[in-house]
């Protein structure tokens, strides 16, 4: 069964410290692997993925497949980061090009000023 | 564009009785997905739809809870004989394709509490 993680639910640093979000996951095969952020009163969205290997409002995220860990980072945090994090695996559900994500259950970002 | 919308935003309603929920995708995308965010358990899958195909329903907690959606686009969540433990924010989510890298987008969500 693949699962997925999260080992904080709240993290609290200082603004300009670096932040590490953790994220665990367990999945018999290749993992498609995201973050999704949600700020205060909106919309659950997307933040990154790993297969784009990009980075966004200066967070990035490596895969290790070694440690089977997607952990998000930011070498300088931000009061506007403060939000909740979820970290999501797409797996393949029991129906053909039925991709769903598993997610975490979340970390609570606080960027203390 | 507009994003993905769902109705209403707020349910209130009393144990035993049976609650629709809708959900607007995103125009053109084929993929629609429901999850629950609930306290404790975080957000879990409940049914998927892709075209013609059948659903893939393999996260529906019980069969008091069933989906549908008419014409590729708009998609009803119905809970019958809602419970206690029903209560919680019903996401819907829309991709434009059924690869596992697809972007999912989220609408607002409905806030069901069940009394």
């Known amino acids: 069964a693949q699962r997925v993680t999260q080992p904080e639910k709240l993290l609290s640093v200082f603004k300009g410290a670096p932040v590490e979000l953790k994220c665990n996951y367990s999945y018999s095969g290749s993992p498609e692997l995201f973050w999704y952020v949600q700020y205060s009163r909106q919309r659950l969205q997307l933040l990154l993925r790993h297969i784009s290997r990009e980075s966004i409002k200066g967070f990035t995220a490596d895969l290790n497949k070694g440690e089977t860990s997607f952990h998000l980072k930011k070498p300088f945090a931000q009061e506007e980061d403060s939000a909740m994090y979820y970290c999501a695996l797409s797996g393949q559900g029991s129906g053909a090009g039925s991709y769903q994500l598993t997610f975490g259950k979340g970390t609570k970002l606080s960027v203390i000023p | 564009g507009a994003g993905v919308s769902q109705s209403p935003s707020n349910k209130v309603t009393e144990k035993g009785k049976d609650v629709e929920l809708r959900c607007d995708p995103i125009?053109?995308?084929?993929?629609l997905y429901w999850y629950r965010q609930s306290l404790g358990q975080g957000l879990e899958f409940l049914i998927y739809f892709q075209g013609n195909s059948a659903p893939d329903k393999s996260g529906l907690p019980s069969d008091r809870f069933s989906a549908e959606r008419t014409g590729g686009s708009v998609s009803t969540l119905t809970i019958q004989r809602t419970q206690q433990e029903d209560s919680a924010v019903y996401l819907c989510?829309?991709?434009?394709?059924?690869?596992?890298?697809?972007?999912?987008?989220f609408g607002p969500g409905t806030r069901l509490t069940v009394l």
């Open positions: 125009s053109g995308h084929t993929a």
């Open positions: 989510a829309s991709s434009s394709d059924y690869q596992s890298t697809d972007t999912q987008y």
